[in-house]
């Protein structure tokens, strides 16, 4: 059994902070469970080019509010605590903080380590899925 909290991940390494965002990894590939877990903060006014191609993604808004535009459609979401998406196409988008900051709880598979950046394209690389 795994029992952490987010308070003893943040100021941690598995506190991972961006002008954008601030992903506090809870669970990584390492705690063997086939999926990572993410508390995130989306920062308010922020706009950051992801893109998935190796990762599907859960995202469930639990405060604040944001937006989610998929860069091939120009379809736009707008996201409220409540809301859950799932890119299980690999969508490429573009993810926006809002008026205020945005907490979503994110599920990767295959999992995270805890090291990846995004790419130029705003991908993970493939290495860390394996």
């Known amino acids: ?7 003893e991940r943040i100021g941690t390494e598995f506190d991972v902070d961006t002008p954008n965002w601030s992903s506090r990894r809870l669970l990584l590939k390492d705690d063997g469970v086939g999926f990572s877990l993410h508390d995130t903060v989306i920062k308010a006014g922020t706009e950051t080019l992801i893109w998935y191609k190796h990762h599907i993604e859960a995202v469930y808004c639990i405060e604040g509010e944001g937006e989610v535009e998929l860069t091939g459609s120009g379809e736009k979401y707008k996201i409220v605590p409540g809301t859950m998406y799932v890119l299980n196409g690999h969508e ?3 993810l926006r903080g809002g008026k205020t900051d945005m907490r ?9 380590t805890g090291r990846e950046v995004h790419d130029e394209e705003g991908a993970y690389v493939a290495s860390s899925a394996n």
């Open 92 to 94: 490429r988008h573009l």
């Open 1 to 7: 059994m795994i029992v952490r909290t987010l308070e």
């Open 104 to 112: 979503v709880v994110c599920v990767f598979n295959p999992p995270c």
